[in-house]
């Protein structure tokens, strides 16, 4: 993992069914990464924005809140 120096712009819920993730710029992402928060990988599965739309707690990973 790479980090991108990038802060989450929002909080988000420990929710499955919450798959968007606010960041500063979506320019700084590419769908189909894998990315890490805290300890939860999340998939990138499209990028709308600045908005980062993931499938949350891959990779045997658990589903957890984070604070921006």
């Avoid at 988000?12 to 990315?35: C, H, L, M």
Wanted: aromatic share 4%.
């Amino acid at each position: 993992m790479t980090t991108t120096g990038q802060a989450l712009q929002g909080n988000i819920a420990a929710q499955s069914a919450v798959n968007a993730v606010p960041v500063t710029s979506g320019f700084g992402f590419a769908i189909d990464e894998i990315i890490l928060i805290d300890s939860e990988r999340m998939w990138v599965q499209d990028i709308a924005g600045n908005n980062l739309i993931v499938k949350r707690a891959v990779d045997g990973t658990t589903l957890a809140a984070h604070t921006s």
